[in-house]
């Protein structure tokens, strides 16, 4: 069945440092793809999504790139802060069939950022 | 604005006993999303409300779940009888617009715990 993926289920890193989160999806006909943050007892939050037809997105201080020869799609945040540890989810939206919305998660992956 | 709510934040229950999930989505969403983590697995879609009829509830895991959204507002999702499995957040989450490229936000969540 279709599936999205993560590598990597833990992250430490040092803060200042750029932090990469890496996610694999196994359904070629993806066509929208978001990174959620999740903080400890609160809900997913967005925070950054990207198109088929793009292969890079930026925001402030966070990067998403597409790699859509090979499945796989990246979070980069740059100068990662304390307040960025958290759980990141990537997800996939709407590829195709009746129902829009429909949001397929991955694992997750924990991000910890040291002082 | 409020956010997404949802009540309660937490639930612990018998096995075989009933329980109530509420989520009030952000006033004037049409779209609300029902999903779940179970420990250590990912974020699974449940079911989709447009206003008060079901858009797909593909997600629902069986016939012990029942959710509603009665005058197209706030939502309920009932498990009956509760099984150990059930154990897990439940998240819901809305959206003003259908469609494949629309920001879902996210409630806290529920923690349930059947015992």
């Known amino acids: 069945g279709e599936s999205v993926g993560l590598h990597l289920p833990t992250l430490s890193v040092q803060e200042g440092d750029n932090s990469i989160i890496n996610c694999a999806y196994s359904n070629s006909a993806s066509d929208y793809f978001i990174w959620y943050k999740q903080e400890s007892g609160k809900g997913p939050q967005f925070i950054i999504d990207?198109?088929?037809?793009?292969d890079k997105r930026q925001g402030q201080r966070v990067t998403v790139l597409l790699n859509k020869t090979v499945k796989h799609l990246s979070l980069q945040i740059a100068a990662t802060q304390p307040g960025d540890s958290a759980v990141y989810f990537c997800?996939?939206?709407?590829?195709?069939?009746?129902?829009?919305?429909?949001?397929?998660f991955g694992q997750g992956t924990i991000l910890t950022v040291h002082p | 604005e409020a956010g997404v709510t949802q009540f309660p934040s937490h639930s612990v229950i018998e096995k075989g006993q009933t329980v109530t999930l509420r989520c009030d989505p952000i006033s004037g969403h049409d779209n609300l999303y029902w999903y779940r983590r179970v420990m250590g697995k990912e974020i699974k879609f449940l079911l989709h409300f447009v206003k008060e009829s079901k858009q797909d509830e593909s997600g629902m895991p069986n016939n012990r779940f029942l959710a509603e959204r009665t005058g197209g507002t706030y939502s309920t999702l009932k498990v009956q009888p509760a099984e150990l499995e059930d154990s897990g957040v439940y998240f819901c989450?809305?959206?003003?617009?259908?469609?494949?490229?629309?920001?879902?936000?996210f409630g806290p969540g529920t923690r349930l715990t059947v015992l």
């Open positions: 997800a996939e939206n709407g590829a195709g069939g009746t129902s829009y919305g429909k949001l397929t």
């Open positions: 989450a809305s959206s003003p617009l259908a469609g494949a490229y629309n920001e879902q936000f």
């Open positions: 990207i198109r088929s037809n793009m």
